[in-house]
């Protein structure tokens, strides 16, 4: 069946440092594919989205492309701060009212 | 942000206890959605609802049942609670169905059985 595997963390980097957190992707058919956000306490909320291949998302200098070939959504930040510590979660829409979650990578940034 | 709040945000019940948790929106929005949230897990659904009274289950809804009676209120019913069912409980909501349509949450309610 579908599924979503991403990397496992937590990640902890340093201010400014460059991040990628990987996703990977099974589905039949053509998915749409999603970053959501959760920061502590707090719901998820939708970081980004891709709605066909080579599409790519962006939103608050966070990027991930669409990589039909290597089925793969990977989460990238040239340069993360503080405020981005949170658990990323990546997804995938098949269709109707099934949207299929990652398990989720908590990000640590330090000052 | 979506105006979505679920009640109560933290519980403790003891094993066998009826439990129900509470989303109401203030969005109009036509669907809803129960999730849970467990470690190594993510997200997942529990139930759904695509309009008052109307309602389907999702992946993991055994031990559970849902109620829509207005728009604004969907309900979460755990019958006979189980220590399994110790979980971060999340509701969402979403306009529509397909790409254009993301879901937003509400801040969960964290349930604990005993």
């Known amino acids: 069946g579908d599924s979503v595997t991403q990397m496992e963390g937590p990640v902890t980097l340093s201010e400014e440092a460059f991040l990628t957190i990987n996703c990977t992707y099974t589905?039949?058919?053509?998915?749409?594919l999603f970053w959501y956000v959760q920061y502590p306490g707090e719901g998820l909320q939708l970081l980004l989205k891709a709605t066909k291949a080579d599409d790519k998302g962006s939103n608050k200098g966070f990027e991930a492309t669409y990589r039909k070939e290597t089925t793969s959504f990977h989460l990238e930040k040239g340069s993360v701060q503080v405020s981005d510590s949170a658990v990323y979660f990546c997804?995938?829409?098949?269709?109707?009212?099934?949207?299929?979650f990652g398990a989720g990578t908590r990000l640590f940034v330090k000052a | 942000d979506a105006g979505i709040t679920q009640s109560p945000r933290h519980k403790v019940t003891e094993t066998g206890t009826p439990v129900t948790l509470r989303c109401h929106q203030t969005e109009n929005h036509r669907y809803m959605y129960w999730y849970r949230q467990d470690p190594g897990h993510g997200l997942r659904l529990i139930h759904y609802s695509y309009g008052v009274k109307d309602t389907d289950k999702g992946e993991v809804s055994d031990g559970y049942s849902v109620s829509r009676s207005k728009t604004e209120d969907f309900l979460l019913t755990l019958e006979s609670a189980t220590s399994s069912q110790t979980s971060v409980y999340f509701c969402?909501?979403?306009?529509?169905?397909?790409?254009?349509?993301?879901?937003?949450f509400g801040n969960g309610t964290r349930l604990t059985v005993t």
């Open positions: 969402a909501i979403s306009e529509g169905t397909g790409n254009n349509s993301p879901l937003h």
């Open positions: 997804a995938l829409y098949t269709g109707g009212f099934k949207t299929i």
């Open positions: 589905a039949t058919g053509y998915p749409s």
